[in-house]
Every structure is written in structure tokens, then in C-alpha cells.
């Protein structure tokens, strides 16, 4: 898989799914900085494992 190829399929995780992981955090933390905090984390853990990302439609769905 190209750069790209990662690049592209990491942004179409984070569309399909930030709004749904920033409410789920938001919930939980004791502050708003707190959650986006969390989430970002999330987010790097996910970049650095793109290749371990399911593909197509059967994509993580918190």
C-alpha cells in the first residue's frame, strides 16, 4: 500500500467515525480538553496502524 493509499484510508476513518469517538469521550472526561486530548491520542495509535485498519464498509464503527 502506497502513502497515499494510507493517507487516504486514514482520513476516511477519521470522517466516518471522529464525531461519534469525540461524544463517546466527551461523556467520560472530566472536560472538553480532556476528550479532544483522548481522541487525538486515539487517532495517532490509529495512523501509526493504518495497515491493521479494515478496509471498505466493514470499517471500525463505534
Do not use: F, K, N
Not at 486530548?37 to 490509529?46: C, E, N, P
Not at 501509526?48 to 466493514?58: I, Q
Amino acid at each position: 500500500m502506497s502513502e497515499q493509499d494510507d493517507r487516504s484510508r486514514s482520513e476516511a476513518v477519521y470522517r466516518r467515525t471522529h464525531e461519534r469517538i469525540l461524544g463517546y469521550a466527551v461523556r467520560r472526561c472530566p472536560s472538553p480538553e480532556d476528550a479532544a486530548d483522548v481522541v487525538a491520542g486515539a487517532y495517532v495509535i490509529a495512523w501509526r496502524r493504518t495497515t491493521e485498519l479494515p478496509g471498505g464498509e466493514a470499517g471500525p464503527d463505534p
